[in-house]
């Protein structure tokens, strides 16, 4: 068990013959084809790049369709052109004149369009902390991380993001490769976000998976920006690209966009667990892309005392919490250069990190079963004010991850068969006091101390005992007694009496 201290432009042919006759035939042909709907333009147009447009083709036209209307944006205006071609996401980007634009919205095949709009890196810079010590026990930390030799040797990760600095200390002879969809003539990370997000996947001493392959997929400029189109050509790319296990993180975010969220639909359905992060606007994460998308896991920034750090996204679109504020990492300045940023995207690579040691001793594990076992490992209720997100911080354990996925919807047993011989006593932590009883802490009022007995947890009952003394919260279970809350188990309830807090002992 190993332990670490923390210290296209679519190159369309021109075709030959007279430039004018073929426009004349295209538009011909085009409008025997078109349809008396109207694709809907999505997006906001106030923020959106000028005359850049993505377009999604139906789910079941072939790529020969989308090629054809491709082709009719080059041969229809000398000022529309093909921006990037995708695969796994059926359509392309384009700038459009209104003309153009009009017609691909009359195409039968077109089930939208949407105004190409601006993605960040969401990044908040502070300074040191320990997130991985967070993430390998179920309350506070040890100055430690153990990944259980789950170091998903076998598994590659792909950062969508600013690109990495290949040469790193952190990912010294792990690199699979480095692909750029911005188009500035960079090549490696020039902003430090992506690199720094890397280290937290895989990084050889702040990562989570140190053993995994790490993959730069360059989408966001020096300035940590890019647009939709540039982030679904990064997607589209991870989709063609992965072979065997693959996790991809994207620790960026903007505006809500179906484009984008459709993007990882297809990448998720064709087989890669996507992380992404929640977004940092104290808001809701549903209005914001990819935060939004429904198959991706998308994750909420934690602090340090296992609240909800202040900036955190939030709500029903979120999955689960993972540390995020002043998390320490790679950055670009030289190989051993470092940097403390706080951000969901910082959360989001620990969950990436965590998804690659599932794959690793569950090989083959569909997105579904990875996400399964996620949640189903995740500490419970440990956040304080989780906000609408459910309550759950992720945790790493080879006991937890590597027993399988845990059905999601189990069948019950029609006809159970009885228990031959029951436990008499199945809910008493009898003499284990402040222990541990099938994973939950015994924390109970006095029934503990003079009934001998307490509840694995605060829904069951415990077993019965004498009348409770008059200094007790006698029938005031859930009210104010001495200005104090009487927040109890059961035995309130079975006993007639509660603590005023799990550190007192009642009479």
Known sequence: MQARNLFRLMAVGILGGSFATGCAAVEEDFAESVATTTAPLLGDASTAIEGEYIVKFKDDVAAKGVGIAMNRVSLASANSRIMREYKTFPGFAAKLDKRDLQNLQKNP????????????????????????????????????YNDSDLTASGVTAYIVDTGIRSTHNEFTGRVAGTIDFVGDGQTEDCNGHGSHVASTVAGTQFGVADGAQIYGVRVLNCSGSGSFAGVISGI?????????DCVANMSLGGGFSQAVNDAVEAAVAAGIPFAVASGNSNADSCGFSPASAPSAITVDAAADNDSRASFSNFGSCSDLYAPGVSILGADIGSDSDTQSISGTSMASPHVAGVMAQILDCNPGATPAEVEAILKAAATSGAISNPNGTANLLLYTDSAELCGGAPDPDPDPDPDPEPDPDPDPDPGSCSGRCGSFDSGAICQCDDACESFGDCCPDFEDECQGGPTPGPDTCFDACGVFDSSRECQCDSSCVFFGDCCADLGDFCS
């Open 109 to 144: 095949d077109v089930e939208y369009l949407e105004f190409n709009g601006r993605m960040e890196a969401l990044k908040i810079e502070n300074v040191q902390a320990d997130g991985i010590d967070r993430i390998d026990q179920r309350s506070g930390r040890n100055g430690q």
């Open 236 to 244: 589209d790319f991870v989709a063609q690209d992965c072979s065997g």
